[in-house]
């Protein structure tokens, strides 16, 4: 997707409303983009989660929480973290409580500096994970190291390793899918390859460990676009154990062991576990490598299968 204004792209999609209409809706806040409120000539990319409401909504500011955190690593300058599955990385609407941004503010005393200040409802986020995926992220604690590790983000450099229990097996032991995907034209709560607006997306894969109508694979992101590995897996006819809304539920019959298949109907989020993050420290340009064992629940099924 070309870069688009928001209030052009809004005049595109709500042809009832004039620019002018469109304006003020933004400008007095009945528009969110991925939950906070932007101006009209804010540029989109593609991907961004746009909610037009009502009213225009209150938006507070993340609350310090005593929430227990699985800190990897720590310096002055970042954090990295074993989020836990479950766990919503920044505040939006419908999740302002319980979140990874709370649980950072009480470690750090509950008084955001720079970055912590500048982006009220997700300070210091610089990537993210779904809120069923577990695993490695880094935080930045200020501005100078928020910026560098986004950079790094931005241009590639940084590498991520991902575990996943799919449907299925496969002829080949290691391989890539490039398949740009975007927001679903109809389920717009979803995104695939089916959209108007695709970015680029990478996935490289390779077999970790196969068993009866499941592998267990090692995947390592090119790009990091919002549900990446959960789609392209989808579409691909291996979709994630345990992932409902990419096609898990499709694929249970295939598994012809009912002790199995009576397991993994009762997961309640995605075999996903982001296993492995390496990046260049932003100050001291050490290169620092970080691992984030299997979280029990997704080690407990492995060690259950046949």
């Given at each position: 997707m070309n870069k688009t204004r928001l209030d052009a792209y809004l005049a595109t999609q709500h042809?009832?409303?004039?620019?002018?209409?469109?304006?003020?809706?933004?400008?007095?806040?009945?528009?969110?983009?991925n939950g906070e409120k932007r101006k009209p000539s804010f540029l989109l990319h593609g991907g961004e989660d746009i909610e037009m409401v009502r009213r225009a909504p209150e938006i507070p500011k993340a609350e310090a929480e005593e929430i227990p955190l699985d800190i990897l690593y720590e310096d002055d300058d970042l954090l990295v973290i074993n989020k836990a599955a479950g766990m919503v990385v920044h505040p939006a609407p419908g999740h302002y409580k319980g979140t990874l941004v709370s649980a950072i503010l009480h470690h750090l005393g509950g008084g955001p500096v720079?970055?912590?200040?500048?982006?009220?409802?997700?300070?210091?986020?610089?990537?993210r994970l779904d809120k069923g995926t577990s695993g490695v992220m880094v935080v930045a604690k200020n501005d100078l190291v928020q910026r560098k590790l986004a950079q790094?983000?931005?241009?590639?450099?940084?590498?991520?390793t991902y575990q996943a229990l799919v449907f299925g097996a496969f002829k080949q032991k290691a391989g890539t899918i490039d398949v740009p995907i975007g927001r679903d034209t109809v389920h717009r709560k979803k995104f695939s390859s089916r959209t108007k607006f695709a970015r680029s997306a990478v996935t490289h894969w390779k077999v970790a460990r196969s068993f009866a109508?499941?592998?267990?694979?090692?995947?390592?992101?090119?790009?990091?676009?919002?549900?990446?590995?959960?789609v392209h897996l989808s579409e691909a006819h291996h979709p994630?154990?345990?992932?409902?809304?990419?096609?898990?539920?499709?694929?249970?019959?295939?598994?012809?062991?009912?002790?199995?298949?009576?397991?993994?109907?009762?997961?309640?989020?995605?075999?996903?576990?982001?296993?492995?993050?390496?990046?260049?420290?932003?100050k001291s340009e050490e290169r620092l490598s970080f691992e984030a064992p299997l979280p029990e629940d997704f080690r407990s099924v492995i060690e259950s299968l046949p």
């Open positions: 042809k009832h409303y004039s620019r002018t209409q469109i304006k003020k809706l933004i400008d007095d806040g009945f528009v969110l983009v720079g970055a912590w200040r500048a982006m009220p409802l997700r300070p210091g986020i610089v990537h790094q983000f931005k241009d590639r450099k940084v590498d991520k109508g499941l592998t267990l694979l090692e995947i390592a992101l090119e790009t990091g676009r919002t549900h990446q590995i959960r994630i154990v345990g992932d409902a809304a990419y096609g898990a539920k499709s694929h249970l019959s295939s598994i012809k062991d009912e002790a199995v298949r009576t397991r993994l109907e009762s997961l309640t989020r995605p075999m996903l576990h982001a296993w492995k993050l390496s990046f260049r420290h932003p």
